[in-house]
């Protein structure tokens, strides 16, 4: 049974960092390429990052591009996700996903940005 369980979110004021993790269980985590995925308030789902199986590899989307970091440890089947310089619009559950839709991921971990 797959299981994803997201941590690390919280509160934080624009410009401050937060670090997500998700732990994996029930699945080969080292053979699937991982994502980040994220819903704000009254949207739908919005792909943020992907990893690669070694995780050397990470795309992310324009709006997170140069603030956020994903990478994995596949010896602890553990995905992060490193925010710095927050946003306001950042403000989202985070979900860690093993499939660009978000259709298999977890309960999620709160990010609230404001000052």
């Known amino acids: 049974q797959v299981q994803l369980v997201e941590s690390g979110g919280g509160l934080a004021q624009p410009g401050g960092s937060l670090r997500l993790s998700c732990a994996a269980s029930?699945?080969?985590?080292?053979?699937?390429?991982m994502y980040w995925v994220r819903q704000a308030p009254g949207k739908g789902l919005e792909w943020v990052s992907r990893i690669n199986t070694s995780g050397d590899n990470a795309v992310y989307a324009d709006s997170v591009k140069g603030r956020f970091t994903i990478s994995r440890d596949n010896a602890k089947n553990t995905l992060y996700l490193q925010m710095n310089n927050l946003k306001s619009e950042d403000t989202a559950v985070y979900y860690c996903?093993?499939?660009?839709?978000?259709?298999?991921r977890g309960q999620g971990t709160q990010v609230t940005v404001s000052s």
């Open positions: 029930g699945f080969t985590f080292g053979i699937y390429c």
């Open positions: 996903a093993r499939d660009s839709y978000g259709s298999i």
